[in-house]
């Protein structure tokens, strides 16, 4: 009577994990043909030359060419650029807005200010692109302000924002800033609501001060949040392609070309398909990196939490 009660027990099991399974079967194909199928052929791709109805194996020659290609390495410095400086400014508005929402303040004050805050996030990246486009017109706004305070003497004088090889990177990359601080204001604002009172209670009767409990109590209950806000920062703005292709398409003269609108501007303008595969494949690796940082960094979370 136990070992049948056991095996039927073990049954009873089997039977729940398969359904487990059958369950995640869906999702498992879906991803398999839209990711892992896709990813495939782009690394067999950058092996050849030509389309992807006719082509010729040409080995290493498109990663050869890629790295003596001065195109592809200013991409790379500009996409480092642009990654650098979004993330740093995202941390840095995201950080002092969540502190100042943070305090002792009208809840329903402070549920306006976040909801006003968090728009830029909201926004399709085409849209946000749309507005600061009209922002940056040499008549637009920004001009337009610049002029009001004495800082531009006239039409004559108006700049072109995103029309100059020397403006057009900076100025994306403010409006990345723009549009993506409200994602790292909203994680810290959360992790910032999840400090004990007590905390700083009893450093305030033990005499330190503001500056000090940032430091001391503040910081050091951050620094979880913020190693995995910045990595995931990282990695979508590297990857970032929205803003830039419908700003500047990468012009003018490749002056605000990151990887992802190279790759997009060999794929399908130049038809170079083989040497644009090569480079997403070199993104990808990047990516891949940062991305085990990450999965690294949420382990050693759940580890500490068991």
């Known amino acids: 009577m136990v070992e049948t009660g056991i095996l039927r027990s073990n049954k009873f099991f ?3 994990k398969m359904q487990a399974y059958f369950f995640v079967l869906p999702g498992i194909i879906i991803l398999l043909v839209l990711l892992v199928y896709p990813l495939i052929q782009v690394m067999v791709l950058s092996f050849f030359q030509g389309n992807l109805l006719e082509r010729e194996f040409i080995g290493l020659s498109n990663y050869i060419q890629l790295f003596s290609d001065p195109v592809f390495w200013k991409a790379l410095l500009q996409t480092s650029y642009f990654t650098i400086n979004s ?8 950080l002092s807005l969540a502190l100042i929402l943070n305090q002792h303040i009208n809840s329903n004050i402070r549920s306006l200010f976040r909801g ?5 996030w909201l926004l399709a990246p085409t ?3 749309m507005i600061w486009i009209l922002i940056y017109n040499p008549f637009g706004m920004l001009n337009g302000l610049l002029t009001s ?3 531009l003497s006239g039409r004559g004088q108006s700049i072109n924002w995103i029309g100059n090889p020397n403006l057009s990177l900076l100025s994306v990359t403010v409006v990345n800033i723009w549009r993506g601080y409200p994602f790292t204001m909203v994680m810290l604002l959360a992790a910032l609501q999840g400090i004990p009172d007590e905390l700083y209670e009893a450093a305030r009767i ?3 001060s503001p500056i000090k409990s940032f430091f001391y109590i503040t910081i050091p209950a951050l620094k979880g949040t913020m190693f995995t806000v910045g990595l995931l920062d990282i990695i979508w703005t590297f ?7 419908a700003m500047t398409g990468g012009g003018p003269m490749n002056s605000s070309e990151v990887m992802t609108t190279h790759i997009y501007n060999l794929a399908f303008r130049s038809l170079k398909w083989g040497y644009a595969a090569a480079e997403a494949v070199i993104m990808f690796l990047v990516m891949l990196i940062f991305s ?10 759940e580890t500490g939490n068991d």
């Open 14 to 16: 089997t039977l729940k």
């Open 149 to 151: 305070f004495n800082l």
């Open 116 to 120: 006003f805050l968090i728009i830029p």
């Open 206 to 208: 033990d005499g330190a």
């Open 239 to 245: 990857r970032h392609f929205d803003i830039i292709f």
């Open 127 to 129: 849209v946000a692109a």
């Open 87 to 94: 993330v740093i400014f995202h941390f840095l508005i995201g």
């Open 292 to 301: 085990t940082f990450y999965i690294r960094n949420l382990k050693k979370g």
